[in-house]
């Protein structure tokens, strides 16, 4: 059933035509994930479909109703961020409209959080389009991707994971033409210069005629109809070459190769001490005493709910607070969502330039693997989206004289490929990292350290985010059998109590231990 029609859909910024979409179909109970760069045009076009914007061109058929949840949320509350969009959430839940369309619904929302909306939308019976950067989130709910690309959309069938294994196949596909392409050029280049050459060595007396033979016969005639021939043959080389259709060769990422300040002096060597360290802010506990230390060139993830204190003790590391030992060998460069750090009348490459001791080949690869290309580097700041800006940011503080970075949510405002771009530049730089973050998918493509801040407490695990999950589980239900023999054992005392002494208080007991019961085991 066809829930909504777009066709012939176009829209302009200013006089940039931002995108031409011939048609759309939202069928019922399509779980749809949009995605595309930033000012790629997901949030207009999120908003044309809904209905709340009127596109420049085009129709759009709704035939049911529908419930925007917008990226920009009020903000004049006392509630968290996290709270307000929660709430947004469960208002367009209630409205139980036949299709969702959300803009960014994870905004502000812890892992916990994250996953409690991951659950409402994977049991509602409606249609949905999601605009996310989280690949979990969208791997967990998503049966089909759209990407908007130069103003068009094209569809891929599969959730996130489906989507980029396509997009490495089309990738491959498109090395493969142009490594076909450059061989048949190189074959046709051969043969033409082949050509040319009998051509040339035509126009000589061959050494089998005689000099008696060729005043016979003649020997010109003969040499300059073969060179005519031979040279028709070339043409005809040169004209194959011009219709071979042209196959551009795909952008390789180059190799990242930084020399990084007492490279010698810190890597597998703890560079960071924590004593007895605790976390409180306006007499409010955070975390009790904890312990723990970073070497040189792990990745270590500070994860936990909004509110446990993930920030507070960043805060403590960078200000060397009380129980924080730090190695003179530790150069730190800390990443948070104030760009301050960013001259907004220079250009990328002079901001990223002025506190680097890279050369500038190096900052351009950098660059380049955050998507700024040629001469986008030469782009002034002031001119750049909130997206381009933050990773303009990180790309200053990670070519920084620094050995150890610091990041405090530093995918807030990237899009999925900038993302992408940003976990590969973690996985590859041979530094220190620790870095906050809710994007489940980072941590665990990154981290190979986990640091729990939850319940007035510091979790300290080694290993990797999959194998923390694991742990947690294995530790819960262990805890939960615990729990199970121990009701059990005072349900058969009732029961052996009730057949000698019957009484309400008993019987009262027995079904508040039997009503405990059934909520674990519903929970195993």
Request: hydrophobic share 35%.
């Amino acid at each position: 059933m066809v829930l909504l029609e777009a066709t012939s859909i176009k829209h302009y910024i200013k006089e940039r035509l931002l995108f031409d979409i011939e048609q759309l179909q939202i069928n019922k109970q399509d779980r749809i994930g949009l995605v595309g760069r930033n000012g790629s045009g997901k949030t207009t076009l999120l908003n044309i479909l809904s209905g709340s914007l009127a596109p420049d061109h085009g129709l759009v058929t709704h035939h049911v109703t529908r419930e925007l949840l917008p990226q920009l949320k009020r903000t004049d509350t006392t509630k968290s961020g996290g709270e307000v969009t929660q709430e947004y959430i469960n208002q367009a839940l209630i409205s139980d409209p036949e299709i969702l369309f959300a803009d960014e619904p994870t905004t502000n929302l812890d892992s916990e959080h994250i996953e409690w909306v991951e659950r409402k939308l994977a049991g509602w019976k409606g249609a949905f389009v999601l605009v996310s950067h989280d690949r979990a989130f969208l791997d967990a709910l998503c049966t089909t991707i759209w990407e908007i690309n130069d103003g068009k959309i094209k569809e891929y069938r599969g959730n996130y994971s489906d989507y980029a294994e396509q997009k490495d196949l089309e990738i491959r596909q498109k090395r493969l033409a142009f490594e076909t392409y450059e061989a048949k050029k190189r074959q046709l280049e051969e043969a033409l210069r082949v050509k040319e050459r009998k051509a040339e060595r035509a126009t000589k007396t061959p050494k089998k005629v005689s000099k008696s033979e060729a005043k016979i016969t003649g020997a010109k005639p003969y040499f300059a109809k073969k060179q005519k021939k031979l040279q028709k043959t070339a043409k005809a080389i040169e004209t194959r070459m011009e219709k071979l259709e042209k196959v551009e060769k795909v952008a390789e990422t180059p190799p990242l190769k930084m020399n990084l300040p007492n490279a010698d002096t810190f890597k597998d060597r703890i560079i960071l001490r924590a004593e007895s360290v605790t976390g409180v802010v306006d007499d409010r506990l955070l975390w009790n005493k904890a312990n723990f230390h970073v070497r040189g060139g792990e990745k270590l993830a500070i994860i936990g709910p909004n509110g446990s204190g993930k920030t507070t003790l960043v805060k403590k590391i960078i200000n060397q607070s009380k129980g924080i030992t730090v190695s003179p060998a530790m150069k730190i460069g800390y990443f948070s969502q104030n760009l301050n750090i960013l001259d907004i009348e220079k250009s990328i490459l002079e901001n990223v330039s002025s506190t680097s001791k890279h050369e500038e080949a190096l900052i351009r690869t950098v660059l380049a693997r955050l998507h700024f290309f040629q001469d986008d580097v030469l782009k002034a700041v002031s001119v750049l989206s909130g997206g381009e800006r933050v990773k303009a940011a990180l790309a200053k503080i990670f070519l920084s004289d620094i050995n150890t970075l610091l990041l405090d949510e530093p995918t807030n405002y990237l899009d999925i490929e900038a993302v992408h771009a940003l976990e590969l530049l973690l996985q590859e730089y041979e530094g220190t990292v620790i870095f906050v973050s809710h994007d489940r998918r980072l941590i665990e493509n990154v981290a190979t350290r986990i640091l729990d801040v939850r319940r007035g407490r510091i979790d300290w695990f080694e290993g990797t985010y999959r194998e923390y999950k694991d742990h947690k589980a294995k530790k819960d239900r262990d805890s939960k059998e615990d729990q199970l023999l121990v009701l059990e054992t005072k349900i058969t005392e009732i029961l052996s109590r009730l057949s000698i002494e019957p009484s309400d208080e008993l019987d009262r007991e027995f079904q508040r231990l039997l009503k405990e019961k059934r909520s674990l085991d519903a929970n195993n």
